[in-house]
């Protein structure tokens, strides 16, 4: 597993709302969507993982690639499963009308031997300027290519920086 740090640089606000899931994909078995139309899907899985505040905008989480246990399931044959991204979300408050600042790990990340950091535009937070009050902001990846930001415009981002270390038994 890895030990996965989330550091929040220059924040345009307070976000005092974060969570963190991990999202398995399985291959190998599948299940019956449809029967009428014969139609099937490989399973996935999402899980919560528990987050924890180690300091002023730094949040902290363990995640395993092999969460899920290899098994047949559906009687469809045995589902190898595997890690695919894991992300930390943050918001102001956690209202439905908030952006969603996400700092995903993806599969192709892991292990991730530097640092990641995601550059986001400020004006985003808490929501965006073109979402209706009362309805959901969605989530914002932002970018890891800060050269596709124009210089000019740097000093409107905010980071969110990914530290990922492997855990040692």
């Excluded at 924890?52 to 899920?68: A, P, Q, S, W």
């Excluded at 589902?79 to 993806?106: H, P, R």
Aim: net charge negative; hydrophobic share 30%.
């Amino acid at each position: 597993g890895y030990e996965t740090t989330a550091h929040i640089n220059n924040p345009p606000g307070a976000f005092e709302y974060a969570k963190a899931r991990v999202y398995y994909q399985s291959k190998g078995c599948s299940y019956v969507l449809n029967s009428f139309e014969g139609v099937n899907s490989s399973p996935r899985q999402s899980l919560e993982l528990p987050l924890t505040r180690i300091g002023d905008n730094e949040y902290t989480t363990k995640v395993y690639l092999d969460e899920m246990i290899d098994e047949d399931y559906y009687g469809n044959g045995v589902c190898q499963w595997f890690y695919v991204a894991s992300t930390i979300g943050f918001m102001a408050t956690g209202a439905k009308n908030e952006t969603v600042f996400s700092a995903d790990l993806w599969a192709d990340q892991v292990p991730a031997t530097q640092p990641i950091t995601y550059y986001f535009w400020s004006k985003m937070y808490p929501r965006a300027s073109f979402a209706p009050v009362g309805h959901e902001s969605g989530s914002y990846s932002g970018t890891t290519k800060p050269d596709d930001i124009p210089t000019e415009n740097r000093n409107e981002y905010f980071t969110i920086t990914i530290n990922v270390k492997p855990i040692h038994p």
